[in-house]
Nanobody, 117 residues
Framework: QVQLVESGGGSVQAGESLTLSCAASGSIFTINSMGWYRQAPGKQRELVARISSGGMANYVDSVKGRFTISRDSAKNTVTLQMNSLKPEDTAVYYC???????????WGQGTQVTVSS
C-alpha cells in the first residue's frame, strides 16, 4: 500500500501563488507516475498535471505556463507550484500515484484551494 499526504492548500487572491506538496510513504517501489487532479463543485475530477518517473511532465491546457509540477524521488514527494491563480482554479486538489503495471492508483485525501477575485 501507498499513503499520500497532501499539504499547502489555502485561500488566496487572484494573481497570487500557492505550492501544493504530496508526500508518499509505504510501498513506494510500486509507484510509476504521479500527478495532481482537481475537482470543483458540481464538476468532474480532472487531471491538472502529471509527471513520470523519468521527470516528463504534462499539463491540462488551462494551467500551462502558470503551474509547474516537480518530483523529488529521493524524498518521495511531488510538488505543484501554482502561479497567477485564477478563481476558476478553485477546487479540491488531489495527489495521485499511478501503479507500475497499471491498475487502480493511490489517492491522497485532497486539499482545498480557494481563489477569490
Amino acid at each position: 500500500q501507498v499513503q499520500l499526504v497532501e499539504s499547502g492548500g489555502g485561500s488566496v487572491q487572484a494573481g497570487e501563488s500557492l505550492t501544493l506538496s504530496c508526500a508518499a510513504s509505504g510501498s513506494i517501489f510500486t509507484i510509476n507516475s504521479m500527478g495532481w487532479y482537481r475537482q470543483a463543485p458540481g464538476k468532474q475530477r480532472e487531471l491538472v498535471a502529471r509527471i513520470s518517473s523519468g521527470g516528463m511532465a504534462n499539463y491540462v491546457d488551462s494551467v500551462k505556463g502558470r503551474f509547474t509540477i516537480s518530483r523529488d524521488s529521493a524524498k518521495n514527494t511531488v510538488t505543484l507550484q501554482m502561479n497567477s491563480l485564477k478563481p476558476e482554479d478553485t477546487a479540491v486538489y488531489y495527489c495521485k500515484a499511478d501503479r507500475v503495471g497499471g491498475g487502480r492508483g493511490y489517492w491522497g485525501q485532497g486539499t482545498q484551494v480557494t481563489v477569490s477575485s
